[in-house]
């Protein structure tokens, strides 16, 4: 399934001579390992996530955004857990900031680290709530949905990680032709130098390769591979249409990384919501934007 993710072997061999695909980190290890084991408790997650003090800070601050409206006190992970959020987004927070948070990407431009966490939050956030309203028998499962959603622009961080003077350049042309599609620029700026080698790849691939080699979930996978095909009818097709719904909104307030602000009618009818559930859901999203900025300001952090 996930060979159309990855390097040609020739190709593959020249990336692995000049460059390592860098380790997941512990902690986000541990906490899939978690994720996987049916008798882990909210103790287990609690212990593993507080193993990194800044990682608990930024998950008790999630749980506190207004965004999820909770009045009461929130100071620990157990609270997270049993008051606000639940043991299974937790866990898909947790993995999510984890993974990031060995990459020193440049905080600035429109595939900045800022950008980059901004469009995560408000994507997430977008996809949470389209999920909720799609028929049952479509509705995926809202944690790792989640997840999906916040990793599926890992590419870039990527990017920024193996090939900083290109990332360099995209980042420059991507600020200075908010018109044209990320994807198209990329194409120009992979194919100088050690890059080359990875300019059938973009960001999308780059990022489900990595993602399939750290093993995390094929949806996410799928996801970080998938999001800009608005075609893609393969498995999990519904993670990556809910994705690219998402992006396609928030371009619509001019940032993020979607090809355009309109949104195609086959994958609405993969999903099985109408255009006017979609600008709903993101009215009642935006309406909580001073929360979510706050919320990407303190991820990026």
């Known amino acids: 399934m996930f060979e159309k993710y990855m390097p040609s072997e ?3 061999k020249r990336l692995e001579q000049l460059y390592s695909l ?16 049916p008798d882990a408790s909210v103790e287990d997650l609690a212990a593993c996530v507080e193993l990194d003090p800044s ?16 009045k009461g006190d929130i100071n620990t992970i157990r609270d997270a857990i049993h008051k606000v959020l639940g043991f299974n987004m937790v866990t898909n927070i947790s993995i999510g900031l984890a993974s990031g948070k060995g990459f020193k990407n440049p905080v600035d431009g429109p595939l900045g680290l800022n950008e980059f966490w901004r469009q995560a939050t408000y994507t997430s956030a977008i996809v949470q709530e389209l999920a909720k309203i799609m028929p049952k028998d479509r509705r995926p499962n809202l944690g790792l949905t989640y997840l999906a959603a916040l990793l599926h622009n890992f590419g870039y961080l990527l990017l920024g990680h193996l090939f900083k003077p290109e990332f360099f350049l995209l980042n420059k042309l991507v600020s200075a032709n908010p018109e044209v599609a990320v994807t198209e620029l990329e194409k120009q700026v992979l194919g100088m ?7 059938s790849l973009g960001h999308a691939k780059l990022g489900a390769w990595l993602m399939h080699t750290w093993n995390l979930p094929e949806e996410v996978v799928i996801t970080i ?8 009818d393969g498995p999990h097709a ?18 993020g990384d979607g090809e355009s602000d309109e949104i195609p009618e086959n994958v609405l009818e993969r999903l099985g919501i109408t255009q006017e559930q979609v600008l ?17 300001s303190q991820l990026a952090a």
């Open 238 to 255: 519904v993670f990556p249409a809910l994705v690219l719904v998402a992006d396609r909104l928030v371009k619509s307030k001019e940032f």
């Open 10 to 12: 020739d190709v593959r």
């Open 193 to 199: 130098g050690d890059a080359q080698h990875v300019i």
């Open 55 to 70: 990682l608990a800070a930024q998950v008790v601050r999630y749980a506190r955004s207004p965004f999820f409206g909770y």
């Open 280 to 296: 709903e859901v993101f009215e009642k999203v935006m309406s909580g934007s001073d929360s979510l900025d706050t919320l990407a």
């Open 225 to 232: 591979g998938e999001h800009h095909n608005a075609d893609y």
């Open 22 to 37: 860098p380790p997941m980190p512990q902690v986000a290890l541990r906490i899939l390992q978690i994720k996987d084991d």
